[in-house]
């Protein structure tokens, strides 16, 4: 199997599927094995997989079809070319330095927090509530993602700590999340997972309210895991 050290493990995985799709002589239109299946294969997690296959369908080599599974669309070896510079940071790096940092600023939040954060925190979780009701796909979606991400933020302010708010800010901005995270966010809105996410809002802004700084702190880290989770075993291609 193909493999470069000095490249990040999705992009080698990605290179792996595609010599996997000559091996069998997968051809256009049909489907390859499921994600669990593929992480068996390939030995690795399914959060690299979906990685793999997320960068593989934005280079047009498979589509992530809804209700169908994964679909080969192009197999050529240049297919695969335009992935080897891809991002610095893949998605479950993202969130393993969030699990890091976030609940531990959530209780600092908790221990800081004042009565008009709280009103804003509120308002925050309304309008994640209220971007689901929107009629158009697109922007229900943008309103969903930019909510969430001034909730996080303006938790990480109400911290008071200025460095550990600009790593918060850091992690959150355009460029590190990268177009591999857009993705994986466009597939679990498509999935419904967000009210599943907002629910989690809730308990982090109840505990924070309450200024129970263990009760915020395992709330976001509850809150964490369920995003890592929904985007890495949920089934969300309904395989």
């Not at 094995?33 to 793999?52: K, L």
């Not at 689901?132 to 700590?161: G, I, K």
Request: glycine share 4%; net charge negative; aromatic share 4%.
């Amino acid at each position: 199997m193909y493999s470069e050290k000095n490249q990040r493990l999705y992009i080698q995985i990605a290179n792996q599927i595609v010599e996997y799709l000559k091996l069998e002589q997968l051809t256009l239109g049909q489907r390859l094995p499921t994600e669990r299946d593929m992480a068996a294969i390939f030995g690795v997690s399914r959060a690299s997989i979906r990685e793999a296959l997320i960068a593989l369908e934005m280079n047009g080599v498979v589509e992530i079809r809804q209700g169908v599974g994964i679909v080969v669309c192009n197999a050529s070896p240049q297919a695969i070319g335009a992935i080897s510079g891809a991002e610095s940071v893949s998605p479950s790096e993202l969130l393993e330095a969030r699990e890091m940092l976030e609940p531990k600023l959530a209780a600092l939040a908790a221990r800081k927090v004042k009565d008009q954060d709280i009103v804003r925190l509120t308002e925050l979780v309304q309008l994640m509530e209220g971007a689901l009701m929107l009629e158009t796909a697109a922007l229900r979606e943008a309103l969903s993602v930019e909510a969430d991400r001034m909730f996080h933020q303006h938790l990480a302010a109400v911290a008071d700590n200025a460095l550990l708010t600009r790593v918060v800010d850091q992690l959150w901005a355009k460029d590190a999340r990268g177009s591999l995270w857009d993705k994986m966010d466009e597939l679990a809105y498509a999935s419904n997972l967000r009210p599943r996410w907002i629910a989690d809002h809730k308990q982090i802004l109840s505990a924070v309210s309450q200024r129970d700084e263990l009760g915020a702190e395992k709330a976001m880290y509850q809150h964490i895991c369920n995003v890592r989770d929904s985007l890495t075993t949920t089934e969300l291609l309904n395989e």
